[in-house]
Nanobody, 115 residues
Framework: QVQLVESGGDLVQPGGSLRLSCAAS????????MGWYRQAPGKQRELVAV???????RYADSVRGRFTISRDNGKNAVNLQMNSLKPEDTAVYYC?????????WGQGTQVTVSS
C-alpha cells in the first residue's frame, strides 16, 4: 500500500506564494508519476501539475508560469511551488501518485487566496 501526506496549505493574500509538499510512504517504485490536483467548491477535481520519475512535467494552462512542480526521488516526495496566487486558485489541493495502474490520493490540504 501507499500513503500520501500533504502539507503546506494556508490562507494567503493575492499575489502571495505557498509551497505544498507531499510525502509518499509504502511500496514506492521509481516508474511512477506524482502530481497535484485541486477541487474548488462546486467544481470537479482538476489537474494542476504532474511530474514523472524521469522529470517530465505537465501543467494546467491556468497555472503554467506561476506554479512549479518538483520531486525528490530519494525521499519519495513531490512539491508544488505556487507564486502569484490568485483568488481563483482557492481549492483543496490533493497529492496524487500513479504507479503500475494503481492510483493513490492524499487527504488534501486547503489553499485559500483572499485579502
Amino acid at each position: 500500500q501507499v500513503q500520501l501526506v500533504e502539507s503546506g496549505g494556508d490562507l494567503v493574500q493575492p499575489g502571495g506564494s505557498l509551497r505544498l509538499s507531499c510525502a509518499a510512504s509504502g511500496s514506492i517504485f521509481s516508474d511512477n508519476a506524482m502530481g497535484w490536483y485541486r477541487q474548488a467548491p462546486g467544481k470537479q477535481r482538476e489537474l494542476v501539475a504532474v511530474i514523472t520519475g524521469g522529470g517530465f512535467t505537465r501543467y494546467a494552462d491556468s497555472v503554467r508560469g506561476r506554479f512549479t512542480i518538483s520531486r525528490d526521488n530519494g525521499k519519495n516526495a513531490v512539491n508544488l511551488q505556487m507564486n502569484s496566487l490568485k483568488p481563483e486558485d482557492t481549492a483543496v489541493y490533493y497529492c496524487n501518485l500513479v504507479q503500475r495502474s494503481n492510483v493513490y490520493w492524499g487527504q488534501g490540504t486547503q489553499v485559500t487566496v483572499s485579502s
